[in-house]
């Protein structure tokens, strides 16, 4: 499944034909599973949306997306014109980044547009959290595999680490049979708080 992204600099109806057009080239294929924009900028929402609707017609892409959408951009979009046919925000969102919870994923769900948690593991931090080690021993599993099991527990979210090493790929796969308790639900609750209010959305 191929995910690429269009930056806002080149989301304008000409710049999104052109910037995927070179993107299939160079990954020397004819057409991309999932376009995203990486986040929101200066172009008219509509006109990007209305490029993906063209690209979509054309068989260069399947489906579009967004990423970094908080939760008035995300409202803003699938009020336009085929803007509901938004297939998912790609968001900052791990146990030490819970703030989507306040409205952003609560919103998502119940539209059934899927959050792709990027930097799930917050690129590394969370595999040395000695706040999951308890977890983690329960599971006989490692923190990073709690950290990502956490993830995919939470209803409407797809998690999306990058692992380079064969050995971490493997673990993340593995992570996907991890079920946490409620106890474990618990207490990673008392480690990592969840928002008690709206903050803006953070990007990395
Ligand atoms: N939309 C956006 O604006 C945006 C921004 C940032 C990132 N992303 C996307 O998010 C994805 C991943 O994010 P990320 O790389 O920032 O963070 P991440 O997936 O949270 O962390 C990656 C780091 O964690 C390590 N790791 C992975 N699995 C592990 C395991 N089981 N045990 C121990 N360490 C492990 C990796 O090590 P090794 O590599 O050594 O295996 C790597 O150093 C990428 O696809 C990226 O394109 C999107």
Same mark, same amino acid.
């Given at each position: 499944?191929?995910?690429?992204?269009?930056?806002?600099?080149?989301?304008?109806?000409?710049?999104?034909? %052109?910037?995927?057009?070179?993107?299939?080239?160079?990954?020397?294929?004819?057409?991309?599973?999932?376009?995203?924009?990486?986040?929101?900028?200066?172009?008219?929402?509509?006109?990007?949306?209305?490029?993906?609707?063209?690209?979509?017609?054309?068989?260069?892409?399947?489906?579009?997306?967004?990423?970094?959408?908080?939760?008035?951009?995300?409202?803003?979009?699938?009020?336009?014109?085929?803007?509901?046919?938004?297939?998912?925000?790609?968001?900052?969102?791990?146990l030490?980044? %819970?703030?989507?919870?306040?409205?952003?994923?609560?919103?998502?769900?119940?539209?059934?547009?899927?959050?792709?948690?990027?930097?799930?593991v917050?690129?590394?931090?969370l595999?040395?959290?000695?706040?999951?080690?308890?977890?983690?021993?329960?599971?006989?599993?490692?923190?990073?595999?709690i950290a990502l099991?956490?993830?995919?527990?939470?209803?409407?979210?797809?998690?999306?680490?990058?692992?380079?090493?064969?050995?971490?790929?493997?673990?993340?796969?593995?992570?996907?049979?991890?079920?946490?308790?409620?106890?474990?639900?618990?207490?990673?609750?008392?480690?990592?708080?969840?928002?008690?209010?709206?903050?803006?959305?953070?990007?990395?």
């Amino acid at each position: 499944f191929l995910v690429s992204k269009v930056p806002p600099t080149n989301a304008s109806r000409a710049g999104v034909k %052109r910037a995927c057009e070179n993107s299939l080239k160079r990954l020397a294929t004819d057409r991309i599973d999932l376009y995203l924009l990486h986040w929101p900028g200066s172009v008219p929402l509509a006109e990007t949306v209305e490029a993906f609707e063209a690209l979509k017609a054309a068989g260069k892409i399947r489906h579009w997306g967004v990423s970094n959408f908080d939760t008035d951009e995300m409202e803003e979009l699938v009020g336009l014109p085929s803007g509901a046919n938004v297939q998912t925000n790609q968001v900052l969102y791990n146990l030490s980044r %819970r703030g989507p919870e306040f409205d952003l994923a609560p919103w998502s769900l119940e539209r059934g547009i899927p959050l792709m948690a990027y930097s799930p593991v917050e690129q590394g931090a969370l595999a040395r959290n000695a706040r999951l080690d308890a977890v983690a021993a329960r599971h006989k599993a490692t923190a990073a595999q709690i950290a990502l099991a956490w993830v995919m527990a939470q209803p409407g979210v797809i998690a999306i680490p990058k692992a380079s090493r064969q050995e971490h790929v493997r673990q993340n796969a593995a992570a996907l049979d991890i079920k946490l308790t409620a106890q474990d639900l618990a207490e990673l609750d008392r480690a990592f708080p969840p928002p008690t209010r709206k903050r803006g959305l953070e990007m990395i």
